[in-house]
Every structure is written in C-alpha cells, then in structure tokens.
C-alpha cells in the first residue's frame, strides 16, 4: 500500500477515488512512562519517554487508515495529513488522527 502526502503518484496513474479514509488513535502515557518523564522534565531538554508514545501513536494510526483503505480495496492513499492533539489531565494523552483519499491505481 503506497501512503503519500501527495495528490498524485508519479509513474502510476489513478483510475478510481474511492473515498476519505482515516485512522484515529488515542493513547495515554502509563505510569513508569509519566514518571521517566517527570524526571526528564527537571533535567530539562527532550522528553524522551513522551516522543515515544507520540511517535507510536502516529505509527499506529497510519496503520488504521492503511487498514481500512485496503478493506475498501485501495491501492493507494493519496493526500496523507496527520493531526496530533496532546491532553494534560492525571496523564497525557495523545490523540493522533491520520486521513487521506483511497485511490485505485492502474
């Protein structure tokens, strides 16, 4: 499955577009993540334990919108945006949300 932030795809041509598609995902940081980063949070500087769930958050919403475009039968998803919110409550919690157009190729 080809996932581009592009409208078009060099080299092949869209025959079909079938529709929006999306991945959502929201994730909370667990305890042993919070307290790694209450510490890095004195230090100063990155927030490693954070990054980590951020990135693993992304990864795993662009995987749903790859999943739900391959049960349309797409071949493709063209036009690939994330979107990250972040909230602070007891924890954090990312929320990340990946959307795009299914397209069939030739």
Same mark, same amino acid.
Not at 19 to 22: E, R
Not at 55 to 71: D, P, T, W, Y
């Given at each position: 499955m080809i996932l581009t932030t592009t409208q078009i795809l060099e080299g092949h041509t869209i025959t079909e577009y079938m529709? /929006?598609?999306?991945g959502d995902v929201v994730s909370s940081a667990t305890f042993s993540r919070d307290t790694r980063a209450s510490f890095q949070n004195i230090l100063g500087g990155r927030v490693n334990a954070y990054e =980590?769930? /951020?990135?693993?958050?992304?990864?795993?919403? /662009?995987? =749903? /919108? =790859?999943?739900?475009?391959? =049960?349309m039968g797409a071949d493709a998803v063209i036009g690939v945006k994330i979107d990250n919110e972040v909230f602070l409550n007891a924890s954090v919690t990312w929320m990340v949300s990946a959307s795009g157009t299914?397209?069939?190729l030739q």
């Open positions: 529709g /929006l598609v999306f =980590e769930g /951020l990135i693993s958050a992304r990864s795993q919403a /662009l995987c =749903e /919108l =790859e999943k739900h475009a391959n =049960e299914a397209v069939k």
